[in-house]
């Protein structure tokens, strides 16, 4: 399999297994891997829409909702009436909310060093760097269209 046919491939294991180990560790603070994305995003400070959360994670707005509603219930977000439109919501951390994202981000620490281990600090910049600017060129494509130009057509015996 050439490098290009890889990628996709070797992109799904780095995450999956982030994705596991960040729930394993976070678990003891009741904080799943997603959730902890959704505190780290509002930990930046500003107050949201839940639209402007989902474009942020990124993530699709009906995970975003159900973990909102679940955090909430948990006095780790709370909402409130948009400063410029009456009819808006926005959410941002309680103080609850905050103590909870630092408690999480030092849990976490280790399993970002781990990840980085094996790499130079230049080898870290330049990763983040093609990985923001993959992650660039999908956001630009529809869906159907990204997904369908990650691999080849069934039966294509190129790779």
Same mark, same amino acid.
């Given at each position: 399999?050439?490098?290009?046919?890889?990628?996709?491939?070797?992109?799904?294991?780095?995450?999956?297994?982030?994705?596991?180990?960040?729930?394993?560790?976070?678990?003891?603070?009741?904080?799943?891997?997603?959730?902890?994305?959704?505190?780290?995003?509002?930990?930046?400070?500003?107050?949201?829409?839940?639209?402007?959360?989902?474009?942020?994670? &990124?993530?699709?707005?009906?995970?975003?909702?159900?973990?909102?509603?679940?955090?909430?219930?948990?006095?780790?977000?709370?909402?409130?009436?948009?400063?410029?439109?009456?009819?808006?919501?926005?959410?941002?951390?309680?103080?609850?909310?905050?103590?909870?994202? /630092? /408690?999480?981000?030092?849990?976490? /620490?280790?399993?970002?060093? /781990?990840?980085?281990?094996?790499?130079?600090?230049?080898?870290?910049?330049?990763?983040?760097?093609?990985?923001?600017?993959?992650?660039?060129?999908?956001?630009?494509?529809?869906?159907?269209?990204?997904?369908?130009?990650?691999? &080849? &057509?069934?039966?294509?015996?190129?790779?």
């Amino acid at each position: 399999m050439d490098q290009t046919n890889e990628l996709p491939l070797v992109l799904r294991s780095a995450y999956h297994g982030l994705h596991r180990r960040s729930n394993l560790r976070f678990e003891e603070y009741g904080v799943t891997a997603d959730q902890f994305v959704l505190l780290a995003t509002l930990a930046r400070g500003d107050a949201l829409t839940q639209r402007e959360l989902a474009a942020r994670m &990124p993530s699709d707005p009906s995970t975003v909702r159900a973990m909102l509603a679940l955090l909430r219930k948990r006095g780790l977000v709370a909402r409130q009436t948009h400063p410029t439109d009456a009819r808006a919501k926005t959410v941002s951390l309680t103080r609850a909310g905050r103590q909870k994202f /630092q /408690q999480v981000w030092k849990a976490g /620490q280790s399993i970002r060093d /781990q990840m980085v281990s094996s790499l130079s600090s230049s080898e870290v910049t330049t990763l983040v760097t093609l990985l923001r600017r993959v992650a660039g060129s999908l956001a630009e494509l529809p869906p159907v269209m990204a997904a369908a130009e990650l691999c &080849p &057509p069934l039966g294509d015996d190129r790779g």
